[in-house]
Structures are given as C-alpha cells and as structure tokens.
C-alpha cells in the first residue's frame, strides 16, 4: 500500500471517529437539557475556571457577542457567572456555578467512561502509544 492510500485509509478513519464520537456526544448532552456549544462552554470552564470573557471567546473559536448570548443563556440556567476580574477591574470573568461544576463533572466522567470502553482491548502499551500519537496530532493541528 502506497503513501497516498495510507493516508486516504487513515482520513477515512479520522472521519468515522468523529462522525461516532459527534452522535455520541450529541445524545449525551441532548439528555441535560443544554446545547452542545454550552456543554463545550461549561467543558472550557471546568478546566479553565475562571475565564476572561476574552479568553473563552477565542478558546472556542467565537466572537464575543455571541459568547455574550451564549453566557446569557447560561447564567439563566444558573450554571455560571460572572464576577468581577480579580486582577482586573475593568474586566469580567466567567464561572461555573455549583450546578454547572456537576454538569462538569458528569459529562467528564462520561468522556471517561467512553474512553474507557474504547480503549477496553488495548494493553497499557498500546494506550501510551495512542495517547502519544494522538497528542502529537493535537498538537498539529
């Protein structure tokens, strides 16, 4: 198998992988009652809490109006805050409320367990070797 097939079969993987890991995580998050770009939202937070408005805007790609919906709609449904920068006074910074720090928390140990699952047949050899590929590709792209 040439250069080219390979890397046409491994595209075609990457493509099946995201298109099972997508469906998955959208029937996970439909089930909580909120979208996928605030489940993403609530994701960002979980490890980065707080954050700069500015700061989560460019995480997730975004500008920072819609992220100003975005948290508008979230601060609704009491799973975040915002509050003044404690380094900053001129800005805010967004955090997760209790109820959004167990959205967290639970689909954290979701994406664990789908790990898990997925990785059920591999030894621990395997796992680092993945894990180290697929770290070199995150850090690819």
């Known amino acids: 198998m040439g ?6 079969n491994l595209s075609d993987l990457i493509i099946e992988f995201y298109e ?9 998050v439909a089930s909580s009652g909120i979208t996928l770009q605030q489940m993403h939202t609530i994701e960002i937070l979980g490890v980065h809490n707080p954050v700069k408005m500015k700061d989560l805007a460019g995480k997730m790609g975004i500008t ?10 979230l601060e609704k449904k009491d799973l ?4 003044p920068n404690p380094d900053d006074r ?3 910074v967004i955090v ?13 140990q979701y994406h664990r367990d789908l790990t898990a699952e997925c990785v059920a047949g591999f030894s621990a ?17």
């Open 96 to 108: 997760l409320t209790e109820k959004g720090r167990e959205h967290y928390r639970l689909h954290s």
């Open 125 to 141: 050899s395997d796992i680092d070797s993945f894990s180290k590929y697929l770290k070199k590709v995150v850090d690819t792209i």
């Open 3 to 8: 250069e080219k097939e390979k890397i046409h």
């Open 64 to 73: 920072t109006g819609t992220l100003t919906v975005l948290i508008d709609n």
């Open 20 to 28: 099972k890991l997508s469906s998955w995580e959208h029937s996970i």
């Open 80 to 83: 975040v805050n915002r509050i």
């Open 90 to 92: 001129r800005s805010i």
